[in-house]
């Protein structure tokens, strides 16, 4: 009886422990890391992750996974950075154009998950490839920047608008001047717009059910292809303002950079599984789980931990994470998750 | 007199704060049927999960054949001989292999089978166990194709073919029609002849009737009854298990009221004919017949999931053409569909939420979801059709599986609809609960047709204004339910013995 409280606290609350206990090792340990300017660089560092990781988030509460989103925030990416420098575009034609790309792509995961049946890991794997090949094709390969010299000859004249630079790279003064940057509003913003739609409104509830019996969802009544559709729209337009932060913080078309997004966002919203003992996908735990990878990486950092440690602790995290979800869980008697 | 094979003795065992059961002393001897009966949430299952290997009980000790017995877990009970049907039927089955490997699983997993597997032989052996079963199909096709009756029997097949030495069978007959169940209980017989000791839990007095040697009745946590002087006395077991007397049902028949739902010239399969139906305002029509009479199919039908061969439907007058469950659903027609396991529960999602969930629109404010509307309302039908559960936030798979049962009926009651088909609706649920359930159906009968799709006659009997047979997918008779002729009922259900086709 007494085991078993004990049991559920530690699922609970026993990441959320662990969590304060790194910050307060890495505060005693590391000079510098319990400051405003460190907390804030932390949550720079996982904005874009975590944004990305919100719409990982959704597809996997219906079931599903979106592979494609890291290829969707490079593609977004690439196509402000070719509608700024080449076409010469607007700030806001350019995010608009972003947008609906990733909007689009979802559209296409979607029709292709729920009207072709293809199974949603090889119709998102395929649609990454696509994207990874497609977003080169413009450019024959090559990274944009103002200046450079296109296939046709001449020289590419359009500059990074500055209000579009001002998404990356702004910073509100808080308690300090210039602290806070505008990335982590966007991330605290689209946060905790997902967590209210999936925890607390009615579609948001359908989209769990269809994720735990979806032929039960579809008996009551629910357009569970719509839903369906709905969820990878919402990966991948969160994936396009990935993608927008991140061509604002760089200021150029970078063909390289972005390619962790994935993997470190998928991670994200796994170890969110953990976070309050949910076992299953959520907001909430997914905030949580990026802004832990994000401590973990800049504490490391800080006390001089080589880069090249980086995914092992990663990889030792998301393991702990997973274990703390499945094996603890499984071993109370299940109650209700929602 | 004959040998105790399986002896339990002061069984405790509890969820959390649950106590569930409360020191269970029981006996099962060779050759012999100990029938359990229960009140759904009486700890059937339970005892039954302790005795094979699932559960560790808290306290008290089994025995099996003499010697003490302690299961580690299932592996290890089914080797000492102990064999299970599980009451949950995707418990039993794989349901992405094929009906070959499902019937075979056994010989893959013992010690010492090949590294390679021969198919060939694999699905000759196969299928010479589901002759054994009277099993008809393929044994190629995946399981998860086939419907809970096929499921069941596969399950049950698999159980038989291990030589057990007590054999477990909780609700084997909840989704099998008269035929199958009746082909089960020749093979139950053929075993307790060659000595196995049988515990057989089940809500049908039919199947009672039919196979107990003996009669085990639990309230609560506890042996309240023992039954074992011939003539069984039925009515004993019953009362000792609900803990009071039954109560009747009176059903004065509903007639004369305004038309709903028409439906016209509706053809289910090519070669049938067409089928005339119109439910009124108030009724409850039972719809009965054996499996594969086309009940489903009509349900299907009308709740606009599959689209009939020929033929028309009006809703309150107007042209009913429903694409989909959601079409039908917004148009007030309801279903709550058979195995609940497959097409209702939500596992994730806890009473409250699994029982609101067609609802959700009208338990929201603006956007947001309200978490109090939401309980309220189940709490409310928790107390109506009597759930045995500890609140409404306990995960639906807490609850026993009568009680599941009760709240996918329970969700289809919260609001008031136009139509409600229930398929099966009293899988599961005890005698005493399904009159309680029927009861509350036909007292908020008014302002809808009701219609009830149910194999049993039984359970026709207890709740319909009207019975309608059916048989391949075609009208065989209506009755007014009153002073019904039972003999002719029976002989629609089953239809022409040999029907001049086949025989000639
Ligand atoms: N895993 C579990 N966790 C918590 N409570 C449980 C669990 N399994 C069963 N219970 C509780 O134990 C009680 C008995 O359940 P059990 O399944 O044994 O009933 P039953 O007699 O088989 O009923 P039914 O006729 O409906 O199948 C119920 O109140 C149920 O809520
Ligand atoms: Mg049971």
Same mark, same amino acid.
């Given at each position: 009886?007494?085991?078993?409280?004990?049991?559920?606290?530690?699922?609970?609350?026993?990441?959320?422990?662990?969590?304060?206990?790194?910050?307060?090792?890495? #505060?005693?340990?590391?000079?510098?890391?319990?400051?405003?300017?460190?907390?804030?660089?932390?949550?720079?560092?996982?904005?874009?992750?975590?944004?990305?990781?919100?719409?990982?988030?959704?597809?996997?509460?219906?079931?599903?996974?979106?592979? =494609?989103?890291? =290829?969707?925030?490079?593609?977004?990416?690439?196509?402000?950075?070719?509608?700024?420098?080449?076409?010469?575009?607007?700030?806001?034609? @350019?995010?608009?154009?972003?947008?609906?790309?990733?909007?689009?792509?979802?559209?296409?995961?979607?029709?292709?998950?729920?009207?072709?049946?293809?199974?949603?890991?090889?119709?998102?794997?395929?649609?990454?490839?696509?994207?990874?090949?497609?977003?080169?094709?413009?450019?024959?390969?090559?990274?944009?920047?103002?200046?450079?010299?296109?296939?046709?000859? =001449?020289?590419?004249?359009?500059?990074?608008?500055?209000?579009?630079?001002?998404?990356?790279?702004?910073?509100?003064?808080?308690?300090?001047?210039?602290?806070?940057?505008?990335?982590?509003?966007?991330?605290?913003?689209?946060?905790?717009?997902?967590?209210?739609?999936?925890?607390?409104?009615?579609?948001?509830?359908?989209?769990?059910? /269809?994720?735990?019996?979806?032929?039960?969802?579809?008996?009551?009544?629910?357009?569970?292809?719509?839903?369906?559709?709905?969820?990878?729209?919402?990966?991948?337009?969160?994936?396009?303002?990935?993608?927008?932060?991140?061509?604002?913080?760089?200021?150029?078309?970078?063909?390289?950079?972005?390619?962790?997004?994935?993997?470190?966002?998928?991670?994200?919203?796994?170890?969110?599984?953990?976070?309050?003992?949910?076992?299953?996908?959520?907001?909430?735990?997914?905030?949580?789980?990026?802004?832990?990878?994000?401590?973990?990486?800049?504490?490391?950092?800080?006390?001089?931990?080589?880069?090249?440690?980086?995914?092992?602790?990663?990889?030792?995290?998301?393991?702990?994470?997973?274990?703390?979800?499945?094996?603890?869980?499984?071993?109370?008697?299940?109650?209700?998750?929602? | 007199?004959?040998?105790?094979?399986?002896?339990?003795?002061?069984?405790?065992?509890?969820?959390? #704060?649950?106590?569930?059961?409360?020191?269970?002393?029981?006996?099962?001897?060779?050759?012999?049927?100990?029938?359990?009966?229960?009140?759904?949430?009486?700890?059937?299952?339970?005892?039954?999960?302790?005795?094979?290997?699932?559960?560790?009980?808290?306290?008290?000790?089994?025995?099996?054949?003499?010697?003490?017995?302690?299961?580690?877990?299932?592996?290890?009970?089914?080797?000492?001989?102990?064999?299970?049907?599980?009451? %949950?039927?995707?418990?039993?089955?794989?349901?992405?292999?094929?009906?070959?490997?499902?019937?075979?699983?056994?010989?893959?997993?013992?010690?010492?089978?090949?590294?390679?597997?021969?198919?060939?032989?694999?699905?000759?052996?196969?299928?010479?166990?589901?002759?054994?079963?009277?099993?008809?199909?393929?044994?190629?096709?995946?399981?998860?194709?086939?419907?809970?009756?096929?499921?069941?029997?596969?399950?049950?097949?698999?159980?038989?073919?291990?030589?057990?030495?007590?054999?477990?069978?909780?609700?084997?007959? %909840?989704?099998? %029609?008269?035929?199958?169940?009746?082909?089960?209980?020749?093979?139950?017989?053929?075993?307790?002849?060659?000595?196995?000791?049988?515990?057989?839990?089940?809500?049908?007095?039919?199947?009672?009737?039919?196979?107990?040697?003996?009669?085990?009745?639990?309230?609560?946590?506890?042996?309240?009854?023992?039954?074992?002087?011939?003539?069984?006395?039925?009515?004993?077991?019953?009362?000792?298990?609900?803990?009071?007397?039954?109560?009747?049902?009176?059903?004065?028949?509903? @007639?004369?009221?305004?038309?709903?739902?028409?439906?016209?010239?509706?053809?289910?399969?090519?070669?049938?004919?067409?089928?005339?139906?119109?439910?009124?305002?108030?009724?409850?029509?039972?719809?009965?017949?054996?499996?594969?009479?086309?009940?489903?199919?009509?349900?299907?039908?009308?709740?606009?999931?599959?689209?009939?061969?020929?033929?028309?439907?009006?809703?309150?007058?107007?042209?009913?053409?429903?694409?989909?469950?959601?079409?039908?659903?917004?148009?007030?027609?309801?279903?709550?569909?058979?195995?609940?396991?497959?097409?209702?529960?939500?596992?994730?999602?806890?009473?409250?939420?699994?029982?609101?969930?067609?609802?959700?629109?009208?338990?929201?404010?603006?956007?947001?979801?309200?978490?109090?509307?939401?309980?309220?309302?189940?709490?409310?039908?928790?107390?109506?059709?009597?759930?045995?559960?500890?609140?409404?936030?306990?995960?639906?798979?807490?609850?026993?599986?009568?009680?599941?049962?009760?709240?996918?009926?329970?969700?289809?009651?919260?609001?008031?609809?136009?139509?409600?088909?229930?398929?099966?609706?009293?899988?599961?649920?005890?005698?005493?609960?399904?009159?309680?359930?029927?009861?509350?159906?036909?007292?908020?009968?008014?302002?809808?047709? @009701?219609?009830?799709?149910?194999?049993? /006659?039984?359970?026709?009997?207890?709740?319909?204004?009207?019975?309608?047979?059916?048989?391949?997918?075609?009208?065989?008779?209506?009755? /007014?339910?009153?002073?019904?002729?039972?003999?002719?009922?029976?002989?629609?259900? %089953?239809?022409?013995?040999?029907?001049?086709?086949?025989?000639?």
């Amino acid at each position: 009886m007494n085991n078993e409280r004990i049991l559920n606290l530690a699922i609970r609350y026993g990441f959320l422990v662990l969590l304060a206990g790194i910050v307060m090792y890495f #505060s005693l340990a590391a000079e510098g890391f319990a400051s405003p300017r460190s907390a804030v660089f932390v949550l720079q560092s996982v904005a874009i992750t975590g944004i990305l990781a919100l719409g990982v988030t959704s597809t996997l509460v219906v079931d599903g996974f979106d592979l =494609s989103i890291g =290829s969707v925030a490079t593609s977004s990416l690439m196509l402000s950075a070719y509608s700024m420098v080449i076409l010469e575009y607007s700030a806001f034609v @350019t995010v608009l154009l972003c947008l609906t790309m990733g909007a689009l792509v979802g559209l296409v995961n979607g029709l292709l998950i729920v009207k072709m049946r293809v199974p949603d890991l090889l119709a998102t794997l395929g649609m990454m490839f696509l994207l990874i090949g497609l977003q080169r094709i413009p450019t024959q390969g090559n990274s944009i920047a103002t200046g450079m010299r296109l296939p046709d000859g =001449s020289i590419a004249e359009g500059t990074f608008a500055a209000e579009f630079l001002w998404i990356g790279r702004h910073r509100f003064d808080m308690f300090i001047e210039k602290l806070f940057p505008m990335p982590v509003v966007v991330f605290l913003l689209v946060a905790v717009a997902v967590w209210l739609f999936l925890g607390f409104t009615r579609h948001g509830r359908l989209m769990y059910a /269809i994720g735990s019996n979806q032929r039960a969802a579809e008996l009551v009544g629910t357009n569970v292809s719509r839903y369906k559709v709905l969820a990878y729209m919402i990966s991948g337009v969160l994936a396009s303002v990935g993608g927008i932060l991140l061509a604002a913080r760089l200021g150029r078309g970078d063909i390289a950079s972005g390619n962790n997004l994935l993997l470190d966002s998928v991670a994200a919203a796994l170890i969110g599984f953990a976070v309050l003992g949910a076992a299953r996908p959520n907001a909430f735990g997914t905030a949580i789980g990026a802004l832990f990878v994000g401590i973990l990486l800049q504490g490391l950092t800080m006390m001089n931990a080589p880069y090249y440690t980086q995914d092992f602790v990663k990889g030792a995290v998301l393991v702990a994470a997973l274990v703390f979800t499945f094996y603890l869980s499984s071993r109370r008697s299940s109650a209700g998750r929602h | 007199m004959s040998q105790t094979i399986c002896e339990v003795r002061g069984v405790e065992k509890s969820f959390g #704060s649950n106590r569930v059961l409360r020191g269970i002393d029981l006996s099962m001897c060779a050759g012999e049927v100990t029938v359990l009966m229960g009140a759904n949430g009486a700890g059937k299952s339970t005892l039954v999960k302790v005795l094979c290997g699932v559960h560790s009980a808290d306290e008290g000790e089994l025995v099996l054949a003499g010697n003490p017995y302690t299961p580690v877990d299932a592996a290890d009970a089914i080797s000492q001989g102990v064999v299970t049907v599980h009451q %949950s039927i995707d418990d039993g089955v794989i349901p992405d292999l094929d009906v070959a490997t499902n019937l075979m699983l056994d010989k893959l997993t013992a010690p010492g089978a090949g590294l390679f597997v021969n198919d060939r032989k694999l699905r000759a052996e196969a299928r010479k166990v589901a002759e054994a079963m009277g099993l008809t199909m393929n044994v190629r096709q995946l399981v998860s194709e086939l419907d809970v009756a096929d499921r069941q029997m596969i399950a049950i097949a698999r159980a038989l073919a291990r030589s057990p030495k007590l054999l477990i069978l909780d609700e084997p007959t %909840s989704s099998l %029609s008269a035929t199958e169940a009746e082909r089960l209980f020749a093979l139950i017989d053929r075993l307790r002849s060659a000595g196995v000791a049988i515990l057989y839990i089940s809500h049908r007095m039919s199947d009672i009737r039919r196979i107990a040697d003996r009669i085990v009745s639990m309230r609560d946590g506890s042996i309240s009854g023992l039954f074992d002087t011939q003539p069984l006395d039925y009515e004993g077991a019953v009362t000792s298990m609900l803990g009071h007397a039954m109560t009747d049902v009176d059903i004065t028949p509903e @007639t004369n009221s305004a038309p709903i739902l028409c439906l016209k010239a509706i053809k289910l399969r090519e070669d049938s004919p067409p089928i005339d139906l119109v439910a009124n305002d108030g009724e409850v029509i039972a719809v009965t017949g054996l499996l594969g009479s086309g009940k489903s199919q009509l349900a299907e039908v009308i709740f606009g999931l599959s689209r009939p061969i020929a033929g028309k439907m009006k809703l309150d007058g107007g042209s009913y053409q429903p694409a989909n469950a959601k079409s039908a659903v917004s148009a007030g027609v309801f279903m709550s569909p058979k195995d609940r396991a497959s097409n209702a529960v939500i596992p994730d999602f806890d009473i409250a939420n699994n029982m609101t969930l067609p609802f959700l629109g009208s338990f929201s404010r603006y956007y947001k979801l309200s978490d109090r509307k939401q309980r309220r309302a189940s709490e409310e039908m928790i107390g109506n059709i009597g759930i045995v559960c500890q609140s409404n936030r306990d995960g639906i798979g807490t609850l026993s599986g009568g009680n599941q049962q009760k709240v996918m009926i329970a969700r289809w009651l919260l609001k008031p609809g136009r139509v409600l088909l229930l398929d099966e609706p009293f899988q599961g649920v005890d005698i005493g609960a399904r009159r309680d359930i029927g009861r509350h159906i036909r007292a908020t009968a008014k302002g809808r047709a @009701t219609i009830v799709f149910v194999a049993e /006659i039984d359970e026709a009997l207890e709740i319909a204004d009207r019975i309608i047979v059916l048989n391949e997918a075609a009208i065989a008779g209506e009755h /007014i339910n009153q002073n019904i002729d039972l003999a002719k009922l029976v002989a629609e259900v %089953s239809g022409p013995s040999l029907s001049p086709a086949l025989a000639g």
